[in-house]
């Protein structure tokens, strides 16, 4: 019965990763390390074996047989190398036992082959040709390691706690919520541009601990990663208005963070990083888009997301899982709140002025609840990280669909009992955004839906802001726009710049005198 239920459980465990795997593509881009080490080898082995066959068929007298099993090598060679464990228990070797793993395993393909009958001077010079350059590419991916070969994998901690990055903002602080309730230790970096009280229920948690800095100070990031099992990247400029004040402050909050972000978790071990993008990659679209579909960003928000996920995604090294999550528009309360988000922006409005002012009516945006966002992420951190590997999900809910028009018309009918609402509808020729998304992966993967629905979510917000637990709707500190330009000025003061481009400024002008 135990070897049975063993039995079941690596065949489910192995039809998991497989149909997650087919759902990420099968473009180049999509490959993990693993697989890429795979493809390498394969396509080695066939070049290799193409090269002998021509050069037996040019110099040697004899035909190649008719019936042979040279076509098999390739795949001989993969399945050797799997026994010897080169793409499993030898990922984290030195480098000598992965050489000579993979001269162990070229010697029993040669072996077996001779014994098939293939011709001597055929598999011989595949194997001569074969191992160079599967050498080779170990060699080169295990230079920036030679010296600490070991310390990524010492330095992991599995039972580490999660690190927020942006965890005292908007989806952020629900998050943090969310996963203290699930029972993870939380670690929180945050520059707290918007204050702390979104986290101060925590303060005094034993599995919650604050740290105030920006994710491009080095020193601050570094500390905050120490021993931690994940990282949720959370931070960095959100939404087009906001983005598009300044394109250098952009670039560095959203792409250089998320960069930094990467390199010092790889450099400290810590095996699963969760990167929020944004549906907004998809831009224009007249039919329901999904993971693999073409990108259209329209903005550089989008821009600035794309640009991050290949950041993530290039050059993954071994154990460490990185999951893209592209995230719908956001609505409902927060600790945090916002109201520079359309839904909420509307409630907001129609309460106060009895008026919703639409622009773009038949404009299309796919939504999703902030406490949904959160359950999202804690659902990628109790996946298996193997089926996580290099995926990016569209986070959200058919159900959630909708025209900005359809958005209005359920405020309206939110708000109505309290007071009388009007629509106003103008054309948007400035945002050429209309986009409907699938979710069907995230659904079929995760089990993942929306709890909260759009009417439910719009009825807490109008509740909230009924019994005054929210300032002017108008006020900047739920405005990402108003912070932002406060924030710009910060960025471009003397002391930040040579805080953030000094070093390299000096480091310029040391190698500019030098090559004087």
């Not at 074996?49 to 993969?78: D, E, I, K, N, Q």
């Not at 908007?170 to 309730?181: A, D, M, N, P, R």
């Not at 106060?352 to 939504?367: S, T």
């Amino acid at each position: 019965m135990a070897q049975d239920r063993q039995a079941e459980t690596i065949v489910r465990r192995a039809t998991r990763y497989i149909h997650a795997r087919l759902s990420r593509g099968m473009s180049l881009k999509a490959l993990g390390p693993t697989e890429s080490r795979i493809v390498f080898d394969f396509a080695a082995g066939w070049a290799a074996l193409a090269a002998a066959v021509l050069f037996h068929l040019v110099f040697v007298p004899s035909r190649v047989p008719g019936r042979t099993c040279l076509p098999f090598l390739p795949v001989a060679f993969l399945a050797a190398n799997t026994a010897f464990g080169i793409y499993t228990s030898l990922l984290g070797a030195a480098i000598r036992t992965k050489l000579a793993a993979l001269l162990g395993s070229t010697l029993c393909v040669v072996a077996l082959a001779r014994l098939w009958g293939a011709p001597w001077d055929i598999i011989s010079l595949w194997a001569i040709l074969t191992l160079p350059p599967t050498m080779l590419a170990r060699i080169f991916l295990g230079l920036p390691y030679s010296r600490h070969k070991n310390l990524t994998y010492l330095a992991s901690n599995q039972r580490g706690s999660v690190l927020v990055i942006g965890g005292a903002g908007y989806i952020g602080s629900s998050t943090v919520e969310l996963l203290l309730k699930q029972g993870f230790r939380v670690r929180v970096l945050d520059r707290l541009m918007y204050g702390r009280e979104s986290l101060a229920e925590f303060a005094h948690h034993p599995f919650f601990e604050l740290i105030e800095g920006d994710v491009t100070d080095i020193a601050k990031l570094t500390f905050a990663a120490r021993n931690a099992s994940a990282v949720v990247h959370l931070a960095g400029l959100v939404g087009d208005p906001a983005c598009a004040l300044d394109a250098q402050f952009t670039r560095h909050a959203n792409v250089v963070a998320t960069r930094m972000a990467k390199d010092v978790a790889v450099s400290l071990g810590v095996p699963r990083f969760i990167f929020a993008s944004s549906c907004s990659v998809y831009g224009v679209s007249d039919r329901e888009v999904g993971e693999t579909d073409r990108l259209n960003p329209v903005s550089l928000y989008a821009q600035t997301k794309i640009d991050s996920e290949e950041e993530l995604l290039w050059n993954l090294p071994d154990r460490f899982f990185v999951t893209i999550l592209r995230f719908a528009t956001v609505f409902g309360h927060s600790r945090r709140p916002r109201f520079d988000l359309v839904a909420n922006f509307f409630a907001a409005r129609a309460l106060a002025e009895g008026v919703i002012p639409v622009l773009g009516p038949q404009q299309r945006r796919p939504f999703i609840h902030v406490k949904d966002l959160a359950r999202s992420i804690v659902a990628v951190l109790r996946a298996d990280p193997y089926t996580m590997q290099s995926q990016i999900f569209n986070v959200g809910d058919r159900r959630l669909n909708m025209s900005i028009l359809e958005l209005a018309q359920t405020v309206q009918r939110v708000v109505q009992p309290y007071r009388t609402v009007e629509i106003t509808v103008n054309a948007n020729p400035g945002d050429l955004r209309s986009y409907a998304v699938s979710f069907e992966k995230i659904r079929l993967e995760l089990g993942f839906e929306a709890s909260t629905l759009m009417e439910e979510g719009l009825t807490e917000i109008v509740a909230n802001l009924r019994a005054g637990r929210y300032r002017d709707y108008r006020d900047p500190t739920y405005s990402n726009v108003l912070t932002t330009s406060k924030a710009l000025a910060d960025f471009y003061s003397p002391d930040e710049m040579a805080r953030l481009y000094g070093p390299l400024v000096d480091r310029q002008s040391k190698t500019a005198r030098s090559n004087a």
